[in-house]
Each structure stands twice: as structure tokens, then as C-alpha cells.
């Protein structure tokens, strides 16, 4: 929408398009884990990570969703550079759409209770895909408080600017708290990650809809 001199600038239409398959891929892999966590068999979204629901009998739709979410994010952000006028910011939105596709190919390991018949505790040796869907996850939730950020300094508009800001912050407290839990095998880890996710991902979704208007 905005050059680096604040000029105005409207996304062609095949632009807009992929600007808003960015926004529906964020609100998609919401509606997506909420649904398929809730009704699965075994499964506690309260304690569990999303990424969990990789796994199982039913694994195949948290990957398709990892997958075409990440996809659809990474498209989009080919569109935001020339829409909103920062190249770095999208390419931190690129990362993280990248970093979902591949949380989707390396699943992480069984642990936890679930699937169901899975120890409960944590492994004392992790798989080589676990320990790359670790890497592909510390890059989705670095890389994108790292893009509300670099918008927060980008965007023209004071409201999206406080927005952006907030959302960084909130998406950094939310990790740490979710990064906590987790390593205490805390009984609401599931829960935190769900509320950082829901603070990012939505704000990513408005972010793309703002460009392509």
C-alpha cells in the first residue's frame, strides 16, 4: 500500500490475490487445529502443542494444514514488499511461512500421551525430525514478532503502528511463557501456545488484508 517515501501504491490484481490467500491461510490453520483438536480422540488441546496433531491416525490434516498454510503465507509475502514498501519485512513474513511448511515435513516425536499409547513423559533421545521441526518452530515463533516489529517501524498509520507493536510484544510473552510450560511438562502448555498463536497469526492475516486494500 506504501512505498519506503509513504506514497500510496495499489497491489496489481494478481497481487491482491495473493495477499489474500495469505490472509485466509492464517485464519484457515486456526479454524483447522481448533476444530481437529477438540474432536480428536485422545488428544488434550489444553496440554498438547498443535504440532502434536501430526501425529496419529489423523496426523495427515495438521500437516496438510502446517503445509498450506506456510504456503499460502510465503505467497502472500511475495506481494507485501511492493504493497506495503519494505522488502524486509517481507521477507520475515516469508521465513515464517517457510518455517510452517517445514514444521509440516518434520513432525515432531510422540511423547506426552499422545497419540494415545505413547509415553507420557519426555523422550531422553529425540529423532532427527523432531529435532528438525524444533529448528523449523523456533523460527515460526521468532519470525513473526520479528515482522511486527520491523511493521511497527514500517507502517505509516500510528493505529497499525501501536497494533504491530503490541502484537510483538504480546507474541514474546506468549513464548517464553509457552517455551516455559513446555520444558516443565506444564499441564496448560497446549493452552498458551494456542493464545500466542491466535495474537500472531491474527494479526497477520489483518496485516495482509491492510496491504491489499
Not at 28 to 41: E, L, N, S
Not at 43 to 70: D, E, K
Not at 185 to 205: E, K
Amino acid at each position: 500500500m506504501y512505498d519506503d517515501t509513504g506514497s500510496g501504491t495499489r497491489p496489481e490484481p494478481a497481487m491482491t490475490a495473493l495477499l489474500w490467500a495469505g490472509a485466509l491461510g492464517c485464519w484457515a490453520f486456526i479454524a483447522v487445529f481448533t476444530v481437529d483438536g477438540w474432536t480428536r480422540p485422545g488428544y488434550r488441546p489444553v496440554r498438547h502443542p498443535v504440532s502434536a496433531l501430526a501425529l496419529g491416525a489423523r496426523g495427515w490434516i495438521q500437516t496438510a494444514n502446517f503445509v498450506l498454510c506456510g504456503l499460502a503465507v510465503a505467497a502472500g509475502a511475495v506481494a507485501l514488499a511492493g504493497a506495503l514498501g519494505s522488502t524486509v519485512l517481507a521477507v520475515a513474513v516469508g521465513v515464517f511461512g517457510a518455517a510452517l511448511v517445514a514444521s509440516g515435513v518434520f513432525p515432531m516425536d510422540p511423547m506426552r500421551g499422545y497419540p494415545p499409547g505413547a509415553p507420557d513423559g519426555t523422550p531422553a533421545e529425540f529423532s532427527a525430525r523432531h529435532k528438525m521441526h524444533d529448528r523449523a518452530g523456533a523460527l515460526v515463533f521468532t519470525a513473526l514478532p520479528t515482522a511486527a516489529v520491523i511493521a511497527a517501524f514500517a507502517l505509516p498509520e500510528p493505529a497499525w503502528k501501536a497494533y504491530s507493536g503490541l502484537t510483538a510484544a504480546l507474541a514474546a510473552a506468549g513464548l517464553f511463557a509457552f517455551g516455559r510450560s513446555w520444558e516443565e511438562d506444564g499441564p496448560r502448555a497446549g493452552l498458551l501456545q494456542r493464545a500466542t498463536i491466535a495474537v500472531g497469526w491474527l494479526w497477520l492475516g489483518l496485516l495482509f488484508l491492510y496491504a491489499a486494500h
